[in-house]
């Protein structure tokens, strides 16, 4: 069971950017898909981005381009870099991980405690 730990969310004025970073315990990080993931108030959690074990990225609709999913293994840390912060993008950000793709976002994954991302002027 890996145990992850988000940091770097904060306040940020419109068109601003933040990097969240996303540290995993353990020593099989390197063979497991990581994601990110985010939850505004009232609404439900929604995937922001994904990459799997070989470097493979995914992205939201809402994101791309925007929006960057990076894994450093040697160091078992995920990363989301985030240019061009709109505020629809306040949310909770909250990392996640399973041992096979198709798991990322259930009951078989495994969540960070979230860091929040606070997006107005």
């Known amino acids: 069971q890996v145990q992850l730990v988000e940091s770097g969310g904060g306040l940020v004025q419109p068109g601003g950017s933040l990097g969240l970073s996303c540290a995993a315990s353990?020593?099989?990080?390197?063979?497991?898909?990581m994601g990110w993931y985010r939850q505004a108030p009232g609404k439900q959690r929604d995937l922001v981005a994904t990459?799997?074990?070989?470097?493979?990225?995914n992205y939201a609709d809402s994101v791309k381009g925007r929006f960057t999913i990076s894994r450093d293994n040697a160091k078992k840390t995920v990363y989301l870099q985030m240019n061009n912060l709109k505020p629809e993008d306040t949310a909770v950000y909250y990392c996640?991980?399973?041992?096979?793709?198709?798991?990322?976002?259930?009951?078989?994954?495994?969540w960070g405690q979230g860091t929040q991302v606070t997006v107005s002027s």
């Open positions: 996640n991980t399973a041992l096979l793709f198709s798991q990322l976002g259930h009951d078989l994954s495994s």
């Open positions: 990459i799997t074990r070989d470097g493979i990225t």
């Open positions: 353990g020593s099989i990080f390197n063979i497991f898909a």
